[in-house]
């Protein structure tokens, strides 16, 4: 149990296109699901926190406006890159937090995203 | 605040021999304190986790990891190593608890294994 998927789990786009990455629990109800960004070779860094129904919370410097997050349902988030550009290229991880209780965050694999 | 500090970002060690990962935390309130295992390409898979219910704290794969207090540390130990452990580990801190408040990483040590 406990499986989040994330797709795709690799896209190329254009600089100026906008990509959008989806992160499911598939198999338990996620109160709260977070948007990770990994740089090469470098740790993970929280980007945002997002609750079903609500608008997301974003960590300092990270722009609200290129990186769209939407937690339209308690298994499904996504994350939607505006205007990409090379510099947004990077390794996009999202977790799935089900409660009751459990105090652990479930990975998905990752969303590589390389902006040409 | 809260922070991770990985002491060492590439670890190289013989198959058999004891691995030891090291992690100091900091953290204003009692800590919970995370290990993750990141084979290339993937996602974080967890090892451990301490959540003040005992200091000594045993995962998967045959690693585990002590709670210092007093050396605000959480080392990561295996007593003798695989092929199979090559990967990347990251030390992770939440205040709260981990589930529903985002982790602050450490920057991840690479372990090598030697055959």
């Known amino acids: 149990g406990a499986v989040v998927s994330q797709h795709p789990s690799w896209v190329i786009c254009k600089s100026g296109t906008s990509v959008k990455i989806e992160c499911r629990s598939l198999?338990?109800?996620?109160?709260?699901m977070f948007w990770y960004r990994q740089f090469p070779k470098q740790s993970l860094m929280l980007m945002a926190t997002?609750?079903?129904?609500?608008?997301?919370?974003?960590e300092q410097g990270v722009e609200k406006d290129k990186f769209l997050i939407n937690h339209a349902s308690l298994t499904l988030s996504t994350l939607t890159v505006t205007s990409a550009h090379p510099e947004d290229s990077s390794f996009y991880i999202c977790?799935?937090?089900?409660?009751?209780?459990?105090?652990?965050?479930?990975f998905g694999p990752g969303t590589r995203l390389t902006v040409l | 605040a809260q922070s991770v500090t990985q002491l060492g970002s590439h670890v190289s060690v013989s198959e058999g021999a004891l691995v030891l990962l090291r992690c100091n935390y900091s953290?204003?309130?009692?800590?919970?304190l995370f290990w993750y295992v990141q084979y290339p390409n993937q996602g974080l898979q967890l090892l451990l986790k301490?959540?003040?219910?005992?200091?000594l704290v045993k995962g998967i794969n045959g690693f585990e990891a002590e709670f210092k207090k007093s050396e605000t540390s959480f080392h990561l130990t295996k007593p003798s190593a695989h092929m199979s452990d090559a990967a990347e580990y990251f030390c992770?801190?939440?205040?709260?608890?981990?589930?529903?408040?985002?982790?602050?990483f450490g920057k991840g040590t690479h372990l090598i294994i030697q055959p």
């Open positions: 977790s799935a937090y089900r409660g009751l209780g459990t105090n652990e965050q479930f």
């Open positions: 198999d338990f109800q996620a109160t709260t």
């Open positions: 997002s609750n079903e129904g609500s608008k997301a919370t974003y």
């Open positions: 953290s204003s309130v009692p800590p919970y």
């Open positions: 301490y959540t003040s219910a005992a200091t």
């Open positions: 992770a801190v939440s205040e709260t608890g981990g589930g529903a408040d985002g982790l602050t």
